[in-house]
């Protein structure tokens, strides 16, 4: 168990540089929304790794259990509100592609680059 | 045993997001993230993250997928291959890999008690919970009082994306309301008799059970936010199945838009109020002569206006993208 | 005694059931030839598998406030996966995609 | 026990994943992604057992009630995408 106790931290990079390559290298502007939610869900994964205690549970306070050990509630308030905000946001640069689209007829950003630059 | 369900799960994670990476077809894609979602909601669950694992699933599995449709309805679903050549991208990523990898052998192994998150306020917070809010959800506790100024300012953060979706797609949307929505978006999905009988069935008790996680939130896992994303979904799971302007007449975008408004206010209008009875802003132990009651009665009223807020921006949102048309 | 060991028999038996219903399930939903009849297998089995599972977790955990929320967590469900078969296989026909026929004596194409 | 059933679960969440990454159709990827769904489900609620958090069943009850709205949604982007096909192809 020992060898697997990094093992949510060397997943959680990964996940961060594949999500930032996908927002580096690919010129589609949903792809690139979808690439920062996994960037951003690669930091969720980092905090909520943080907070496990061996032997702990759910930081629901039980009345039937003395001495019980409670994970770490700090990191999952953290990034419970961060979720829905990562949602508002994600929604807000979905309306920002649908009207580049709107203006441009396409959301690849090679494409846009050229046609500004005409 | 449970360490290796989530080594397993983590691994199912990275070879999804492999996957998505790989896919052209967004539509696709976008079906793998709800994928993603589900397993990375499943090791927030195995991590003792209850709370995030709920909102992770109504927002993550639900919405967000519900969303992503959507605006893909206005875009091509197909992405074409970058010329760009993106091996400079592929070297920075792989060297920023191998030094975070590098750094992540400092770090205290997982569910190590003595590592330094679990040293300092996080004890404070679950052995000083019961006596100064009694409440046994300290995830609540902590998101509604003692941190009550972070929760402010992300309410406002999602209370200002809803009003940035709306001005950015909403001008001319009236008009194309009073003009004939395209018909599927009239019908929804009425002529489909076992969708539609199912989800009018299932509409009642998703917002039920949202409600539920609204109140019970200071004893299980929920909240404002979770009830928020849920209320929401089964309203959008009406506008799916019953069409856009069936789930407008039930619910009109005016009263989303107050219930947007209103969220936002109750939550100043709480901390004003502590300031008003001599308290610090947000301090609801001022609310009431007794300092549990007056947290209790904070947490509540925070709590509703978190609710009111989030389901309002989220449904706003939804329908702003329901009612434009593709160009 | 008896009747609490008959009890965990059965709880054992419909929880070893339902895994291998929603194992065969999967299985199904891979090596089937098209999206019908891979739906088909996964609905089916995931119906049934479903039920099993949450069964044998009720008997385990007796008349209690848990028991009620499984067994609303099997209603939904049971509503569900199949309503969801349904709409999946409208949308595949919508778009047009054609059920495989193959012919007497072709070979695997899988 | 649990266990026997939660790894049963998993193996198949590993079978809907291939099926999801395999060269294979959309609509063969929405039905992995509704698999997952309810595995995940089935997952909680024997995780919640196996940690005796029966109070926990509450994220299992969420999962099951949304699991259903994605795929509607589908369902209506589907048909919407095919509504518009049919209408340009009768204007031109």
Request: aromatic letters at 8%; a negative charge; glycine letters at 10%.
């Amino acid at each position: 168990m020992a060898v697997l106790g990094l093992y949510n931290y060397w997943v959680f990079a990964l996940l961060l540089m594949i999500g930032l390559y996908v927002v580096i290298s690919r010129e589609n502007l949903v792809k690139k929304l979808i690439g920062l939610s996994i960037f951003q869900s690669a930091v969720f994964l980092l905090y909520i790794s943080m907070d496990k205690v061996d032997g702990g549970t759910a930081p629901i306070l039980r009345a039937d259990a003395e001495n019980q050990l409670y994970s770490n509630p700090l990191p999952q308030v953290l990034i419970l509100t961060a979720i829905v905000v990562g949602i508002a946001t994600l929604a807000l640069g979905l309306a920002i592609a649908v009207r580049i689209n709107e203006a441009y007829g396409t959301i690849e950003e090679d494409e846009l680059l050229e046609m500004d630059r005409e | 045993m449970i360490t290796l369900f989530g080594v397993f799960l983590l691994t199912l994670l990275v070879i999804t997001t492999v996957g998505i990476v790989r896919t052209q077809n967004l539509f696709a894609a976008i079906m793998l993230m709800g994928i993603f979602s589900l397993q990375i909601a499943a090791v927030f669950f195995i991590l003792d993250a209850a709370d995030v694992a709920l909102t992770e699933a109504a927002v993550g599995a639900g919405i967000a997928t519900v969303l992503l449709l959507g605006a893909l309805a206005l875009l091509d679903d197909t992405e074409r291959r970058g010329r760009r050549a993106s091996r400079l991208a592929a070297v920075v990523v792989a060297a920023g890999t191998l030094l975070i990898l590098y750094a992540t052998f400092d770090y205290p192994r997982l569910g190590d008690p003595a590592a330094p998150v679990h040293q300092h306020v996080a004890p404070w917070y679950i052995a000083e919970t019961p006596r100064l809010i009694d409440t046994p959800n300290v995830v609540t506790a902590i998101l509604a009082s003692f941190r009550g100024y972070d929760t402010f300012g992300e309410v406002f953060v999602i209370f200002t994306a809803g009003i940035g979706v709306l001005f950015i797609l909403a001008n001319g949307a009236d008009a194309a309301r009073r003009s004939d929505l395209p018909s599927s978006d009239v019908q929804g999905l009425r002529h489909h008799l076992v969708p539609r009988l199912v989800g009018r069935l299932l509409m009642p008790f998703l917002v039920l059970f949202g409600l539920y996680i609204q109140f019970h939130g200071d004893f299980g896992p929920g909240g404002g936010f979770q009830a928020g994303a849920l209320i929401s979904a089964g309203l959008i799971l009406y506008a799916l199945v019953e069409g856009e302007r069936a789930a407008l007449r039930l619910v009109p975008q005016r009263v989303l838009t107050l219930l947007t408004v209103a969220g936002a206010l109750l939550f100043v209008g709480v901390g004003c109020a502590c300031m008003l009875l001599g308290g610090n802003f947000l301090d609801y132990s001022a609310l009431s002569a007794d300092a549990v009651a007056g947290q209790h009665l904070g947490i509540l009223l925070v709590e509703i206006g978190v609710g009111l807020t989030v389901s309002g921006v989220l449904l706003t949102i939804f329908h702003t993208f329901a009612a434009r048309e593709r160009a | 005694m008896i009747g609490s060991l008959i009890l965990d028999i059965l709880s054992w038996a419909l929880l070893i059931g339902g895994g291998a219903l929603v194992f065969i399930g999967g299985v199904g939903a891979l090596r089937m030839p098209d999206v019908y009849t891979r739906m088909h297998a996964a609905s089916i089995t995931d119906t049934l598998g479903t039920i099993c599972v949450l069964l044998g977790i009720i008997l385990q955990a007796g008349l209690s406030f848990a028991a009620i929320k499984l067994a609303a967590i099997m209603i939904f469900l049971l509503l569900t996966t199949p309503t969801a078969a349904y709409a999946l296989a409208n949308a595949a026909r919508l778009a047009g995609v054609v059920p495989v026929r193959r012919a007497a004596g072709e070979g695997d194409s899988s | 026990m649990y266990y026997a059933a939660a790894a049963a679960i998993l193996v198949t969440m590993v079978l809907a994943l291939a099926r999801a990454l395999l060269d294979s159709t959309v609509y063969d990827r929405v039905l992995a992604a509704n698999m997952f769904g309810t595995k995940t489900v089935l997952l909680l609620a024997v995780v919640a057992f196996l940690y005796g958090r029966e109070d926990l069943l509450d994220l299992a009850l969420a999962y099951a009630l949304i699991n259903f709205i994605s795929v509607l949604a589908v369902l209506k982007f589907v048909q919407d995408h095919a509504l518009r096909h049919r209408q340009t192809d009768g204007e031109t």
